[in-house]
């Protein structure tokens, strides 16, 4: 016999209740390629035209497409675990003659890129590419194997399972699920996660409870529902995430979100699943330029810092809604852009139906005038921006916790404008602890005394005019007000990277140049 704690049986009871009451989920939509919307179905149909391309039937997985800036994943292999799984939905959900057993393939294919090393911390996690090596006792996380894989292809699993079990082969099922519970019970063994670890503990918060039920673990039930509760907590501190805005992993965050709100085994969780996701819309359209179509900073973590020329994940869900001509999306041709293989999010993405509250999408659609954003991310830190209508910029308090090195996607201060041709942009790269703030008038930086480095990038951009006080910029003038040692201006290709040496204190002003 199974003997459960108290803790245990209580919430299995409570589950079972809930069960009983209403449906294990919300109802699968099972949608196919003609019951998407007309946005949705534009940019699934871009997506799979570059699965369809990159697809390699001896590899079973799709090839990495080309992007300027090559990774070393990309140099010792190019054929892509995860993103191909997010291909497999696609091909569900497109069903045309060939799809299912193509789908197929691939599913077979990743569930033997999972590894299965009990004991090791990566164990339950999967390759990223086929021949990524058996991580050594010396392994270092994310050089060497990444734990994330657990749960991007663990949710992918389940929303194939709820939405088109009637599409894989028999077998393809429990092996999925038996697939899923060991990459949950790695990720338990490893105990790596905090709920502030935002796009994974969302994602996880969905896949343990998923685990739990379909997969027959009541053990799980109990710390499945804590976890979701632990982070739904964090996140009513202030009603914002602590990994804060990134036009990236926001978009994730509401890929996990959708998971709870849809498929939440109870009412609790697709409540408070539905309640984060409005209010990370409503977040996000606060910082939102639609007449720049960017997303202002502070980013937490970037990628980029002009949706319009790399592919990012909030920038997909806002094409779902948006005609091509308004999204803050690029062409993905004419040159090959950074993380054009995020498009192979899209097939999970459309699954779900994309939800955003009436009043955020009016930002999303036009500018609804000039505003200043100051919004409490967590204790001593606080994100401001002030959204213009040619030019956005953004500062983080961090109570000089927080500095920024060359590793780093954290960035603090950032700005964008329109620049001739194209997004115009100034991205703080380096500096010790820092505290900064944006208003009307422009950013006030403090920092512990050092260094203080800009990448900037606009079309026709030229070091020569970028001097100490002032940087003549296409389209935009900056002053600074700074008590630094001494300034250095370097062009390196398009960028010019400029630094302020032994400094402790900035003012920033943005003068865009009239339309």
Not at 19 to 33: C, I, M
Not at 112 to 118: A, C, G, H, L
Request: neutral net charge; contains cysteine; aromatic residues 12%.
């Amino acid at each position: 016999m199974i003997h459960f704690s108290v803790r245990a049986r209580v919430a299995l009871v409570l589950l079972i209740c809930s069960l009983v009451a209403f449906p294990a989920f919300a109802k699968p939509r099972h949608p196919n390629v003609n019951s998407l919307s007309k946005n949705s179905r534009e940019i699934f149909t871009t997506a799979m035209e570059w699965g369809d391309k990159h697809w390699d039937p001896q590899a079973r997985l799709c090839r990495g497409p080309a992007s300027p800036f090559t990774s070393e994943m990309h140099i010792r292999s190019s054929f892509m675990v995860r993103d191909s799984t997010w291909y497999a939905v696609g091909l569900l959900l497109r069903d045309q003659p060939g799809d299912r057993d193509r789908a197929a393939e691939i599913i077979r294919t990743v569930l033997k890129e999972q590894f299965r090393s009990p004991g090791k911390p990566w164990d339950g996690t999967f390759r990223r590419y086929p021949d990524e090596p058996e991580p050594g006792d010396k392994a270092v996380m994310w050089r060497a194997y990444d734990p994330n894989w657990r749960e991007f292809i663990g949710t992918t699993f389940a929303e194939i399972l709820i939405e088109y079990p009637d599409r894989i082969p028999a077998d393809l099922g429990p092996a999925m699920l038996e697939s899923i519970n060991y990459a949950v019970a790695g990720e338990i063994k490893e105990k790596r996660l905090l709920p502030s670890y935002t796009n994974i503990s969302l994602m996880y918060g969905f896949l343990w409870s998923y685990a739990a039920v379909k997969g027959n673990h009541p053990e799980w039930v109990a710390p499945a529902t804590k976890w979701q509760e632990d982070t739904y907590k964090l996140y009513k501190e202030h009603d914002a995430f602590w990994e804060y805005n990134s036009p990236t992993y926001a978009g994730a965050d509401l890929f996990g979100l959708a998971l709870w709100r849809d498929y939440g085994f109870t009412p609790r969780m697709r409540s408070i699943g539905s309640e984060m996701e409005a209010g990370l819309w409503r977040a996000t359209a606060d910082l939102y330029s639609a007449n720049l179509r960017n997303i202002s900073g502070p980013y937490d973590r970037s990628y980029g810092m002009d949706m319009q020329s790399y592919v990012s994940v909030a920038g997909l869900w806002l094409r779902t809604v948006l005609d091509a001509d308004k999204a803050p999306l690029t062409g993905f041709n004419h040159p090959p852009v950074d993380h054009v293989s995020d498009l192979w999010f899209v097939p999970p993405i459309v699954v779900l139906d994309t939800r955003i509250p009436a009043d955020a999408m009016k930002s999303f659609r036009s500018l609804q005038g000039e505003h200043q954003v100051r919004r409490p991310i967590a204790d001593e830190r606080i994100a401001t921006a002030w959204i213009g209508k040619n030019v956005i910029f953004g500062g983080e308090i961090t109570g000089h916790t927080r500095g920024v090195d060359a590793a780093s996607q954290f960035h603090p201060v950032t700005a964008q404008w329109q620049a001739p041709g194209k997004i115009g942009w100034i991205q703080l790269t380096r500096c010790p602890k820092i505290d900064a703030s944006a208003d009307k008038k422009g950013i006030d930086i403090a920092t512990a005394p050092g260094d203080v480095s800009f990448r900037i990038f606009a079309p026709g951009l030229v070091a020569s005019k970028t001097k100490s006080a002032e940087w003549t910029l296409p389209g935009l003038t900056v002053h600074i007000d700074s008590d630094s040692k001494s300034f250095t201006a370097e062009q390196r290709g398009e960028f010019v990277e400029v630094t302020y040496t032994g400094m402790t204190k900035m003012f920033m002003s943005f003068n865009p140049k009239s339309e």
